[in-house]
C-alpha cells in the first residue's frame, strides 16, 4: 500500500479532479465532442446544434474554460473556443500511466 498519498495528492495529479469532475456530465462531453482536430466554436455555433439554449452552453463552456479543457479566446464582441489538447493529453496521460503502471 502506498500510504504517502493519503494526504496529498502527487503534483501531476492535483488538476485531473477538475477536468474528470467537468467531464462527468454528459453535455459537456457532447460540447467536446463537437471539435474537429484544430477547429474554434462559438457559442451561437455550439448552441445551434445543440438540444441545449445559449446560457446552458454558455454555462457548461465556463466550467470547461475553469478546468482549462477548452482555451477561449475573445476577438470583437466573440469568444472562441478550442480544446486545450495539450493539457488535455497530459493530464489524461498521467491516469493513463498510473494505470498501465498497475498491470
Do not use: C
Not at 6 to 33: D, K, N, Y
Amino acid at each position: 500500500m502506498k500510504t504517502q498519498y493519503t494526504q496529498v495528492l502527487p503534483p501531476e495529479w492535483q488538476p485531473m479532479s477538475q477536468v474528470f469532475t467537468a467531464l462527468g456530465e454528459e453535455h459537456r462531453q457532447r460540447i467536446l465532442l463537437l471539435f474537429e482536430k484544430d477547429e474554434e466554436l462559438n457559442v451561437s455555433q455550439i448552441a445551434a446544434v445543440s438540444t441545449l439554449s445559449r446560457p446552458t452552453v454558455s454555462h457548461h463552456l465556463k466550467i470547461l474554460r475553469q478546468a482549462e479543457i477548452l482555451i477561449a479566446e475573445k476577438r470583437g464582441k466573440e469568444v472562441w473556443y478550442r480544446i486545450n489538447t495539450a493539457y488535455l493529453a497530459e493530464v489524461l496521460g498521467n491516469a493513463l500511466a498510473y494505470v498501465q503502471a498497475l498491470s
